[in-house]
């Protein structure tokens, strides 16, 4: 029997006006010049204004400071920037806000920070992660569980390919879920990052490794996000599914610990290549890759179909996956997440690059069941 770490770590505050805590959270860290990090898009929304008001909005460039360039897949010249943000600025902590991609800038800002100058290409030589600033992650997205989650995906300039930068020193001190904060995201964006962190739910639960805690965390998450995804969608003030989906992302995020499989390996560079938000990328090739997965595991997704509330249980293997995909399949066209990869300019021409880049991507080795270069392509053809 290998030996296996279960993790669960990060204190976090829950609920309406739960963002209220964060000057006594700071103070408790022993923070008093934080940065925030976020995007440009983000601080033109109400949620900003929120967080504005709660630090005071006078003292913004006198006790706390932002910085706004994050990109949507946030490049390495984003963290180097942040990081010089926090020097310039004498910064002592970091309040990174957003979706997924400040909250992974914000996070790995603080590593350049202390090591100016250092290559994010070579983080894997890097051994002293310690002494890191403390990090509060307050997402605006339900979808990437990032501000859960042990790393930071940014695509690096050498290789413009999207890392996944790993170490537990990366963790958040606090995570402050507010719903209110997410009430403005538009639906499309609810959609998309909601798909993402039903992914999560569904490719850690069905990955092969020995994780029981991951397991249940996985198939509740998704319990949560087949009830409230469609209503925060349809209402975005519905207070109650917007906290549902923040709790499930986080929950989803937890669960991957795990690990992922074909479906962000497919994700990733169309990203990279193709600038598609990483949401939708999972969105529009989650269908498919069910079906290879239940192909080569019949039964696979049964549980997942009981977390939907099907009637699975009597059916044999291969019905209660039939079932559960073409539940999945009308969910997500509930979502107006029915779509090709083609409609958002993806083309038949980037398909080589496509394969070779989720080919290097290590997600699908941890996939339900093996997949090869030719499955790739071949999933790829199908969503295209
Ligand atoms: N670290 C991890 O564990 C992890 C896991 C999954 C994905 N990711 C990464 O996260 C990134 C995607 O994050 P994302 O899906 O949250 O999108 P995002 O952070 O790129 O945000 C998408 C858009 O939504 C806008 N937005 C965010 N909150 C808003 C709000 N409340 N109101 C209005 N607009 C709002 C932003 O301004 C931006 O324009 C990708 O780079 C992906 O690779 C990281
Ligand atoms: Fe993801």
């Known amino acids: 029997m290998s030996l296996t770490a279960f993790s669960f770590p990060t204190r976090t505050l829950y609920g309406a006006g739960a963002l209220a805590e964060l000057p006594a959270a700071l103070a408790k860290l022993g923070v008093s010049r934080p940065l925030v990090v976020t995007d440009g898009g983000l601080v033109k929304t109400e949620a900003f204004a929120q967080l504005a008001s709660v630090l005071g909005a006078s003292n913004q460039g006198k006790t706390w400071f932002v910085f706004d360039g994050v990109h949507p897949n946030p490049i390495e010249e984003d963290v180097r920037q942040a990081a010089a943000a926090l020097r310039e600025n004498q910064c002592d902590g970091v309040v990174a806000i957003g979706g997924g991609s400040p909250l992974d800038a914000g996070k790995a800002a603080r590593l350049l920070a202390r090591r100016p100058g250092f290559d994010l290409a ?151 290549i193709c600038g598609m938000h990483h949401g939708l990328a999972n969105a529009l090739c989650l269908v498919a890759s069910m079906r290879l997965c239940s192909a080569r595991r019949p039964g696979l997704y049964r549980r997942v179909g009981q977390a939907a509330g099907l009637e699975v249980i009597q059916l044999s293997d291969a019905e209660a996956d039939r079932v559960t995909i073409a539940f999945m399949e009308s969910f997500l066209a509930g979502l107006g997440l029915n779509r090709k990869l083609s409609q958002f300019g993806v083309k038949p021409e980037h398909l080589d690059a496509l394969v070779a880049q989720a080919w290097e991507d290590p997600c699908h080795q941890t996939n339900a069941a093996p997949v090869t270069l030719a499955d790739l392509r071949a999933l790829y053809l199908e969503v295209l």
């Open 122 to 272: 070579k983080f894997y030589d890097e051994s002293d992660w310690s002494g890191l600033l403390p990090l509060v992650a307050i997402p605006t997205t339900a979808g990437t569980g990032s501000e859960v989650g042990r790393s930071s995906v940014i695509t690096l300039d050498a290789t413009h390919r999207k890392a996944v930068l790993f170490n537990p020193e990366m963790l958040a001190k606090l995570v402050i879920l507010d719903p209110a904060l997410t009430v403005g995201l538009p639906p499309h964006l609810t959609a998309a990052t909601g798909a993402d962190a039903l992914t999560h739910c569904i490719e850690s639960f069905t990955c092969p490794s020995f994780h029981p805690m991951c397991d249940g965390i996985a198939l509740e998450g998704a319990r949560l996000i087949f009830d409230a995804l469609p209503k925060a969608y349809r209402d975005g003030q519905d207070l109650t599914a917007r906290g549902h989906m923040l709790v499930a992302a986080a929950m989803g995020a937890v669960a991957f610990q795990k690990d992922l499989g074909v479906v962000h390996s497919l994700a990733h560079p169309l990203s990279s």
